[in-house]
């Protein structure tokens, strides 16, 4: 895997799109932290350094079809728009991008994980059937991406992420079935979520999917979870919401933390 290749590629492929833009120089910063997240997952799981590159190059890649999502559609909402994971599929293998970024051919077993690693990685569950090599790679950008959701949920202007005003962020109420999913402590379906506020419920959520322990390791270091937990809303029933939803957190991670 040539590195520089793949960085100067994505220079390339972004600096078409308006980087003054908010929402852009949001996913362009999200893409190299998660790379890193890649490589350091995989680091911690013994992988050799090809693997680990490997990991990076996903990272590097997995949200290729958010830039001419939001151009087209003007949102990152895949439910109001298309499947960006998908789109960035048909933009690297269909029309042949991938090439920008890597020497590889299709039948290189590189060129597949890839493919199936970016397809999977926004999907409520990895497709079934995956060979254990392959599932490896989906596990640990999806883990990646879910740990850099919470900083950017924490350093970006909410505003920003939800195309909502500050008046509905600090007076909207999480809805019954996003707090009824978190305490099920699994993933909330994008069906329920009818709130602004139900999104960063939602993003928190993602927390009770991460797989390897590395990345509750980072998820506890960087502290952005408990920064999110702590939204402070106007609307009284909002507080009280997210009360029992730090509780219910917390006693998760007492749990997966005696287990560890």
């Known amino acids: 895997m040539d590195c520089q290749k793949v960085l100067d590629a994505f220079a390339e492929y972004t600096g078409h799109y308006d980087c003054s833009d908010g929402k852009i120089k949001l996913k362009i910063d999200h893409t190299y932290r ?5 490589r350091r997952i995989a680091a911690s799981l013994g ?4 693997d680990a590159g490997l990991a990076w190059v996903i990272g590097m890649l997995h949200d290729i079809g958010r830039f001419e999502q939001l151009r087209k559609y003007g949102t990152f909402s895949d439910a109001e728009s298309i499947d960006h994971a998908h789109y960035g599929v048909e933009i690297l293998f269909h029309k042949g991008r991938i090439h920008d970024y890597l ?10 994980i890839i493919r199936t690693a970016i397809y999977n990685h926004s999907a409520y569950r990895v497709e079934s059937g995956l060979d254990q090599r392959t599932k490896m ?3 640990i950008i999806r883990d990646a991406d879910k740990v850099d959701i919470l900083k950017v949920n924490h350093d970006v202007p909410l505003e920003v992420i939800y195309n909502a005003s500050t008046e509905e962020l600090k007076n909207a109420e999480v809805t019954g079935e996003v707090m009824d999913q978190f305490f099920e402590k699994r993933a909330v379906l994008r069906s329920v979520k009818r709130t602004c506020v139900d999104h960063i419920v939602g993003h928190a959520a993602l927390v009770f999917e991460l797989v390897y322990p590395e990345s509750l390791r980072i998820v506890k270091e960087q502290g952005y979870l ?3 937990l702590n939204y402070q809303s106007d609307n009284p029933r909002t507080r009280e919401q997210f009360g029992e939803l730090r509780q219910c957190m917390n006693e998760y991670l007492r749990n997966v933390e005696n287990r560890l």
């Open 34 to 38: 998660v790379a890193g997240l890649c």
């Open 47 to 50: 992988l050799n350094d090809a």
């Open 103 to 112: 020497a590889i051919h299709e039948q290189d077993a590189e060129y597949g």
């Open 137 to 139: 790679f989906c596990d």
């Open 226 to 228: 408990d920064k999110i």
